[in-house]
């Protein structure tokens, strides 16, 4: 398959004072094909939509470098860069509260892409905005209401909207469906499966819901403070994890059905996530790993090839 975007050791730390620094992601190699869609899933805090963010060029990288279709792009975005970059890489913000602008109307929120980079005149565009606002479950009236006059679900509907009215080729989705009811998440879901056949669309998507990645996915990365512990094909990765963290996490996932749910011995992870300030050498996953050995708390893995073939099986393991 043709590689449509790909970071290479791509590095964002933030300095938070003096010799302190948080490494929220750190020294990621990751491609996505065209036409793919790449799950990334990790607890809260891994960096995932830090990674998502830098990717894209919303945070300025530390270290490492993107290519969009061979083009290296550039380090710090400019005005014209985002603009030049705008119909073909677009953004799903996880939190729809604050990435909406209160004192627009959602026709002007939706239609502010075809405004900036497009020749279609105001009657085009408010016909395109009606078109979406129909495909993500909303209705065409809605046009003339502002962010605040609708729940938190429909907000990120807006949202989808108006990131997929562009037609990218690229799209990271940040926690799209985390503030859907159950039958929206479907539709939405099958909504970005159409459009990936429609419109040529390649998906990053970032997700706590481990089933639905599986589903919506055909590869998956799995992410613990700032790193990439494995990946593979979706299915692979969700029955025959490698690593295990990923072993841990999958098993944390709620079975569809309550009876055996009930009835299944209890996986919980125990701990929380640690701190992404200065960063100790070794294996991040070592304080909460049931399998931690010595060398794991003085040497950090790196990502080993398990199995080569049209899709790769990575994991960073000294397991392995």
């Not at 036409?35 to 919303?58: A, D, H, N, R, W």
């Not at 040529?200 to 990365?221: C, E, K, N, P, Q």
Request: overall charge neutral; hydrophobic content about 35%; glycine content about 8%.
């Amino acid at each position: 398959m043709t590689m449509l975007i790909e970071a290479r050791a791509l590095t964002k730390h933030f300095r938070i004072g003096k010799n302190k620094t948080v490494h929220a992601v750190d020294d990621v190699s990751l491609h996505v094909d065209k036409q793919e869609i790449l799950g990334l899933v990790g607890e809260s805090g891994s960096g995932k939509s830090t990674f998502g963010k830098t990717l894209v060029g919303l945070h300025e990288k530390t270290s490492g470098e993107v290519l969009y279709k061979g083009e290296k792009l550039p380090s710090k975005y400019r005005p014209k860069d985002f603009q030049k970059f705008a119909s073909s890489i677009q953004m799903i913000f996880q939190d729809p509260y604050s990435s909406l602008n209160p004192r627009m109307t959602v026709g002007e929120i939706i239609g502010e892409g075809l405004r900036l980079h497009s020749q279609l005149g105001s009657e085009q565009i408010r016909e395109s905005v009606a078109s979406w606002l129909i495909k993500v479950g909303l209705l065409p009236d809605h046009m003339s209401r502002y962010p605040h006059e609708f729940s938190g679900g429909q907000r990120q509907r807006i949202g989808i909207a108006r990131a997929l009215i562009m037609e990218p080729e690229f799209v990271v989705c940040d926690e799209p469906i985390s503030a859907l009811d159950v039958s929206v998440q479907a539709q939405v879901v099958n909504l970005l499966d159409e459009l990936k056949s429609s419109l040529g669309l390649t998906l990053l998507f970032i997700a706590h819901d481990l089933s639905m990645v599986r589903y919506v996915s055909d590869r998956m990365a799995v992410m613990y403070l700032g790193t990439l512990v494995e990946i593979g094909a979706s299915d692979e990765v969700f029955f025959d994890p490698k690593h295990p963290y990923t072993s841990l996490l999958i098993a944390s996932n709620p079975e569809p059905d309550p009876e055996s749910e009930r009835s299944r011995a209890s996986t919980t992870m125990t701990g929380e996530i640690p701190s992404a300030v200065n960063v100790k050498p070794g294996c991040r996953f070592a304080g909460r790993c049931p399998k931690v050995m010595r060398i794991c708390k003085t040497e950090s893995p790196i990502l080993k090839e398990l199995r080569k073939g049209s899709i790769q099986r990575l994991v960073a393991c000294h397991l392995y």
